[in-house]
């Protein structure tokens, strides 16, 4: 495997449109313009496709039609999630929101906004492999608490969350809860009464649908205030002219990734398998990060020694490959992720670390290539570590490294 081909290992972070989205959308952006709230017979047919949409997305998750709300994806779904019943559902002295650690920031960042304007908030440990503990979330309840929000699965690690147990805790207190679902979605079975879920975040471009539009799951009966007002959209929830191709495409992808998705699980854990089998194998001085089992069919992330992520991230793209590293490079920081943090993974460890996301897309070729590329990017970003001996193929510590430094070596 000498040419360097075009390999796509971060559906994690976005997929590929399906062609079939891609031509339900196109009516919608020529002749079928209407905007649905019209009374008009364009406004009409275009009302009727959302309609239809909406009860793909309801059926997807074991939910009902009208619980479902179109937003722009699962920032704004988880936004509206949180925000939305925290304010609706108020207690008289401060409020109080239970979160885990290891969240996405579509979460993180919502829940410490909101603490920093009156409510109270608990962020939840978790364990080694990025589980949380439900008996910590019963803990952490109070007589205010108004909401327990927990992701599905983590994006970094893959690490499912036990939510229906959790669930199950907080609704002993009669307590709302939210998950984020956007790495779940069409990746595992979704159905919010095996949940037991009230709020359920969905986005469309990580099922190979468009980017900008998504979905909130409510249970009927749930307190929610709108974000932003205006018409009476969505039932008053979400005001703002639909996002019709959008919505239209998410249904269509949804509709037909649905019926692929036994198919598709065995097939990416199979690749999945095999490229983290032959890592550990292959390359010394690596770690699994993450549960074993408990993980999205298609995702692994790991550590490798003595290896700055970055530049491993920089050669591995100038290989054709593109993948992510477990840190927040991608928001320009240089930070180390939060969430291996949160697992106590070390931090020179943190430092090297790779994501490999795979999609219904990825072959075994995708696999033999990483793997006649990263072993060699790898030793050769090692012997310029000043925490490697290439003589003797180990980690030096830090005393080492510095005593070899003066000594000029
Ligand atoms: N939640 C999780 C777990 C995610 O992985 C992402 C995307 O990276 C989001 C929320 C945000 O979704 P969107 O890009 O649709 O706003």
Known sequence: MNETRQVYLDNNATTRLRPEALEAMMPHMTDQFGNPSSVHHLGRAVRAKISSARDIIAHAIGADPSEIFFTSGGTESNNLAIKGHAWADRKASGSHIITSSIEH??????????????????????????????????????????????????????????????????????????????????KTPVNVD????????????????????????????????????GGHQERGIRAGTENVAGIIGFAKSVEVG???????????????????????????????????????????????????????????????????TGSACSSGSLDPSHVLMAMDIPHEIIHGSLRFSFGHENTMDDVDYVMSRLPKIITNLRNISPLWDPKELRVVSLEEAQSNAKVGH
């Open 105 to 186: 920031p579509a979460v993180l960042e919502v829940c410490k906004y909101l603490s920093k304007n009156g409510y109270e908030l608990t962020q939840v440990p978790v364990d080694a492999d990025a589980i949380v503990d439900p008996e910590a979330v019963r803990e952490a309840i109070k007589s205010n608490t108004t909401l327990v929000t927990i992701m599905h699965a983590n994006n970094e690690v893959g690490t499912i969350q036990p939510v229906a147990e959790i669930t199950k805790i907080a609704k002993e207190s009669g307590i709302t809860v939210h998950t984020d679902a956007v790495q779940t979605f069409m």
């Open 194 to 229: 095996e949940l037991g879920i009230d709020l359920l975040s969905i986005s469309a471009h990580k099922v190979n649908g468009p980017k900008g539009v998504g979905a909130l799951y409510v249970r009927s009966g749930t307190k929610m205030h709108p974000l932003g007002h």
């Open 258 to 324: 649905l019926a692929e998705m036994e198919k598709d699980r065995a097939h990416t854990k199979k690749l999945r398998d095999e490229l983290e089998r032959r890592i550990l194998a292959e390359i010394p001085h690596t770690k699994l990060n993450g549960h074993p089992e408990k993980r999205l069919p298609g995702t692994v992330n790991i550590s490798f020694k003595c290896i700055e992520g970055e530049a491993l991230l920089i050669n591995m793209d100038m290989s054709g490959m593109a993948i992510s």
